[in-house]
């Protein structure tokens, strides 16, 4: 029996598996700055709106929209600039990039 006449079909699965960390380091904490949220009533860690951008993986004029339609909670820092607050900005980023909630990581309506 030949073999010269078959064909011998091999079929291969290969599965991928990603995993995505947000690390704060040491150069995080110095952009990110502790003060008071007025929307969760509590002190709470501020970042500026182009360090929120970069943690959600989005643009600055994203931020700022969301800082507009009050989807994420945010400050004046006593020079005038504004700040947002890191937890309302994690509960608000889904992975695609847009707001999944307008509740503040306490749960309260902002």
Not at 16 to 36: C, D, H, K, M, Y
């Amino acid at each position: 029996m030949s073999l010269k006449g078959k064909r011998i079909t091999r079929t291969a699965e290969v599965t991928i598996e990603t995993e995505e960390s947000l690390v704060f380091g040491a150069s995080a904490n110095r952009r990110r700055q502790t003060a008071w949220c007025p929307s969760c009533r509590r002190e709470a860690a501020m970042v500026s709106p182009e360090h929120a951008a970069r943690i959600a993986g989005v643009g600055t004029r994203t931020v700022y929209a969301w800082v507009e339609a009050e989807t994420i909670h945010f400050a004046e820092s006593p020079e005038g600039s504004l700040l947002v607050c890191l937890d309302s900005l994690i509960a608000a980023a889904s992975p695609a990039g847009r707001p999944a909630k307008q509740l503040s990581p306490c749960g309260r309506k902002p």
